[in-house]
């Protein structure tokens, strides 16, 4: 082989290495989206309106009613079509959708209270679970018992500003000092209490205390509620102030939608918890979890014989102000907020 | 005489490079039986650490899924290493233009390795949003500075007898740099290059940590949330095999670029 040979080579075999992939990659996009449109050929061709929504975390259970609402093609129904912003760690949805990257995203009442102390205003339109299932957990052999066991013991969490202020106040309540380290941790809750990495943590009862049962940990369990913190609404959609402005149609249909998709998905656990699977194909290796997760949340969506989504004065009311009273809500320069107007923080009125 | 010796030192030349993958392929099991016995002779959870066979499994049974996800990641990986290796290649000429440029440019080249990822991943996200561009710009960052600089001291390094031979026959700067600097500089730059396809699939996980669509990064993201480690641990395998045979095919162009120094390599 000559030197241009060889010269030529080098240059060609990466080339031809890099056309290959993409030809691949392309070819296979075809065939998705081939089959995507051929079954979506039934229905009627309308303008529809391309709206995206950002996901608070890999899909759960508390997106159940958004994909029931999807897959039954009840947005397209609206003439919305929805896509999904998959969840990142290093973007939270409250900065998509106040910056416009997103319609509407999932947030929850403690975010919703920090981004308006910020100055990065979202507004919650729908609570998804009407009452609050969140729970600090310990390992029932851990021997702390009750709340004020937790005080100097190891706290994993999320690393937001405002759990150290709450738990603090939830340990007080109980009589004891709200001292406790404070560690951010960055893997499964429920392996880092298995392995005692950490001593207790917050979780949510309708995930990763069903994960818990399923592997066996027996959990002692202080719901928040339950020990001197208002009730309050976690997860909650939001929506931004520009876009509550502009497109109240939208959010209208949009809010229509969804509601038809967590009605849906409070009468039917099993053929909801299936669709959640089925749409997010090898995204649950144990569904299990997922049906049994349902079964916790379908009732729990809304109190029976109430509309699903509504969300009360009370609510936004009660835990906001209690954060801002535990110095949990700091503004843009670190400076904790102290008051706040609570009502711009919410609104029922895009429900249907 | 020569003619006939020749495919017979060709065959053991080959034989005696399988051969030299030997160690490595005896450690590697060692480890792997190492790692399985421990697991399963202690009480590690396989949902803290699954063994080496539960993880080649479950990529089997996933891999319908799986492979869809390792096709987009090594699309960002090959357009995001192509573009980097043109880049460093143009910098490494730029910087080796004057001292004036490279004491310049040199310290922001730098700079450009020491940005936290997590630092720039908002930014990305609203800029670029969802799409190919956010992987492909993280992949070029981790990947043109191993080339520019081990492309640029290979330019540094070459040969001053042959240089002034070049100056005395009147050749002009960009044949030097053409004909004699380029070329010496070549075992230079493939060293940067392997370098860099090593790093490169790590970057675009990473860039589909930030945000993504579809790729590993985001699998291994929703796998854990799912408390699924062993599917964490079979994306993992994935990206070593990506990342290896990235390598490997590096190896090859150096091979067919620049055979003779290959035969230096072995002896």
Same mark, same amino acid.
């Given at each position: 082989m000559n030197s241009r040979a060889r010269l030529l080579l080098t240059i060609a075999l990466?080339?031809?290495?890099?056309?290959?992939?993409?030809?691949?990659?392309?070819?296979?996009?075809?065939?998705?989206?081939?089959?995507?449109?051929?079954?979506?050929?039934?229905?009627?061709?309308?303008?529809?309106?391309?709206?995206?929504?950002?996901?608070?975390?890999?899909?759960?259970?508390?997106?159940?009613?958004?994909?029931?609402?999807?897959?039954?093609?009840?947005?397209?129904?609206?003439?919305?079509?929805?896509?999904?912003?998959?969840?990142?760690?290093?973007?939270?949805?409250?900065?998509?959708?106040?910056?416009?990257?997103?319609?509407?995203?999932?947030?929850?009442?403690?975010?919703?209270?920090?981004?308006?102390?910020?100055?990065?205003?979202?507004?919650?339109?729908?609570?998804?679970?009407?009452?609050?299932?969140?729970?600090?957990?310990?390992?029932?052999?851990?021997?702390?018992?009750?709340?004020?066991?937790?005080?100097?013991?190891?706290?994993?969490?999320?690393?937001?500003?405002?759990?150290?202020?709450?738990?603090?106040?939830?340990?007080?309540?109980?009589?004891?000092?709200?001292?406790?380290?404070?560690?951010?941790?960055?893997?499964?809750?429920?392996?880092?209490?298995?392995?005692?990495?950490?001593?207790?943590?917050?979780?949510?009862?309708?995930?990763?205390?069903?994960?818990?049962?399923?592997?066996?940990?027996?959990?002692?369990?202080?719901?928040?509620?339950?020990?001197?913190?208002?009730?309050?609404?976690?997860?909650?959609?939001?929506?931004?102030?520009?876009?509550?402005?502009?497109?109240?149609?939208?959010?209208?249909?949009?809010?229509?939608?969804?509601?038809?998709?967590?009605?849906?998905?409070?009468?039917?656990?099993?053929?909801?918890?299936?669709?959640?699977?089925?749409?997010?194909?090898?995204?649950?290796?144990?569904?299990?979890?997922?049906?049994?997760?349902?079964?916790?949340?379908?009732?729990?969506?809304?109190?029976?014989?109430?509309?699903?989504?509504?969300?009360?004065?009370?609510?936004?009311?009660?835990?906001?102000?209690?954060?801002?009273?535990?110095?949990?809500?700091?503004?843009?320069?670190?400076?904790?907020?102290?008051?706040?107007?609570?009502?711009?923080?919410?609104?029922?009125?895009?429900?249907? | 005489?020569?003619?006939?010796?020749q495919p017979?030192y060709a065959g053991s030349a080959s &034989?005696r490079r399988?051969?030299g993958? %030997?160690? +490595?392929?005896? *450690?590697?099991?060692? @480890?792997?039986? #190492?790692?399985? =016995?421990?697991?399963?002779?202690?009480?590690?959870?396989?949902?803290?650490?699954?063994?080496?066979?539960?993880?080649?499994?479950?990529?089997?049974?996933?891999?319908?899924?799986?492979?869809?996800?390792?096709?987009?990641?090594? &699309?960002?990986?090959?357009?995001?290493? %192509?573009? +980097?290796?043109? *880049?460093?290649?143009? @910098?490494?000429? #730029?910087?080796? =233009?004057?001292?004036?440029?490279?004491?310049?440019?040199?310290?922001?080249?730098?700079?450009?390795?020491?940005?936290?990822?997590?630092?720039?991943?908002?930014?990305?996200?609203?800029?670029?949003?969802?799409?190919?561009?956010?992987?492909?710009?993280?992949?070029?960052?981790?990947?043109?500075?191993?080339?520019?600089?081990?492309?640029?001291?290979?330019?540094?390094?070459?040969?001053?007898?042959?240089?002034?031979?070049?100056?005395?026959?009147?050749?002009?700067?960009?044949?030097?740099?053409?004909?004699?600097?380029?070329p010496g500089?070549m075992p230079?730059f493939f060293s940067?290059m392997?370098?860099?396809?090593?790093?490169?699939?790590?970057?675009?996980?990473?860039?589909?940590?930030?945000?993504?669509?579809?790729?590993?990064?985001?699998?291994?993201?929703?796998?854990?949330?799912?408390?699924?480690?062993?599917?964490?641990?079979?994306?993992?395998?994935?990206?070593?095999?990506?990342?290896?045979?990235?390598?490997g095919f590096v190896s090859l162009l150096e091979r067919i670029a620049l055979p003779w120094y290959q035969g230096a390599e072995n002896r």
């Amino acid at each position: 082989m000559n030197s241009r040979a060889r010269l030529l080579l080098t240059i060609a075999l990466p080339v031809i290495l890099i056309i290959v992939i993409v030809g691949v990659f392309v070819l296979q996009q075809r065939g998705a989206t081939t089959t995507t449109t051929s079954s979506l050929g039934t229905t009627k061709t309308v303008s529809l309106t391309h709206m995206t929504l950002a996901l608070d975390w890999t899909p759960n259970t508390n997106h159940t009613g958004i994909y029931v609402a999807l897959a039954k093609g009840w947005y397209r129904n609206q003439g919305i079509d929805l896509q999904l912003l998959p969840y990142s760690s290093n973007i939270n949805p409250d900065t998509l959708v106040s910056t416009g990257k997103a319609d509407v995203g999932i947030s929850a009442t403690e975010s919703v209270v920090s981004d308006y102390a910020i100055g990065q205003p979202v507004v919650s339109i729908a609570a998804i679970i009407q009452h609050n299932t969140s729970a600090l957990v310990a390992r029932a052999d851990s021997g702390l018992d009750r709340p004020r066991d937790l005080d100097g013991k190891v706290y994993g969490g999320g690393g937001a500003a405002y759990e150290p202020a709450v738990v603090g106040e939830i340990i007080k309540h109980d009589g004891g000092k709200g001292v406790f380290k404070n560690v951010t941790l960055n893997v499964d809750p429920i392996q880092a209490l298995k392995s005692k990495q950490v001593d207790f943590e917050w979780i949510f009862e309708g995930w990763e205390g069903i994960q818990a049962q399923r592997e066996g940990l027996k959990l002692n369990t202080f719901y928040i509620t339950d020990n001197g913190v208002s009730d309050y609404y976690t997860p909650t959609i939001i929506a931004g102030p520009n876009e509550i402005k502009q497109k109240p149609d939208l959010l209208r249909r949009f809010m229509a939608a969804t509601s038809q998709g967590y009605e849906f998905a409070r009468a039917h656990t099993q053929e909801s918890a299936q669709i959640l699977i089925d749409q997010n194909k090898g995204a649950f290796p144990d569904t299990g979890l997922v049906f049994a997760s349902q079964d916790y949340l379908s009732p729990r969506y809304a109190d029976p014989g109430r509309k699903w989504g509504l969300q009360d004065a009370a609510a936004w009311h009660g835990y906001p102000e209690f954060m801002l009273s535990s110095n949990g809500i700091l503004d843009a320069s670190g400076k904790p907020v102290k008051s706040m107007n609570f009502d711009a923080l919410y609104t029922n009125q895009f429900l249907p | 005489m020569s003619i006939a010796a020749q495919p017979e030192y060709a065959g053991s030349a080959s &034989l005696r490079r399988i051969a030299g993958y %030997g160690p +490595a392929i005896v *450690l590697l099991v060692t @480890l792997i039986l #190492l790692w399985e =016995l421990t697991v399963s002779a202690s009480q590690i959870s396989p949902r803290l650490l699954p063994s080496p066979f539960a993880i080649v499994q479950a990529l089997f049974d996933n891999w319908d899924v799986i492979s869809g996800h390792t096709l987009q990641t090594l &699309l960002e990986t090959v357009i995001g290493l %192509g573009i +980097a290796t043109l *880049l460093g290649l143009a @910098l490494a000429v #730029l910087l080796d =233009l004057s001292s004036w440029i490279r004491r310049a440019v040199y310290p922001l080249l730098v700079i450009s390795q020491t940005i936290p990822i997590i630092a720039l991943a908002p930014l990305l996200v609203i800029w670029f949003g969802y799409d190919l561009a956010p992987k492909v710009i993280v992949v070029t960052l981790y990947c043109f500075f191993p080339i520019a600089v081990a492309c640029a001291d290979g330019l540094l390094g070459t040969d001053t007898d042959l240089l002034r031979l070049m100056q005395s026959m009147r050749a002009s700067r960009w044949q030097i740099l053409w004909l004699v600097r380029l070329p010496g500089a070549m075992p230079s730059f493939f060293s940067g290059m392997r370098i860099a396809a090593t790093y490169s699939v790590t970057g675009a996980i990473v860039g589909e940590y930030v945000a993504a669509y579809r790729g590993l990064g985001l699998y291994m993201e929703e796998a854990a949330h799912s408390f699924a480690v062993v599917l964490v641990f079979a994306a993992v395998l994935v990206t070593a095999v990506l990342s290896l045979l990235l390598f490997g095919f590096v190896s090859l162009l150096e091979r067919i670029a620049l055979p003779w120094y290959q035969g230096a390599e072995n002896r």
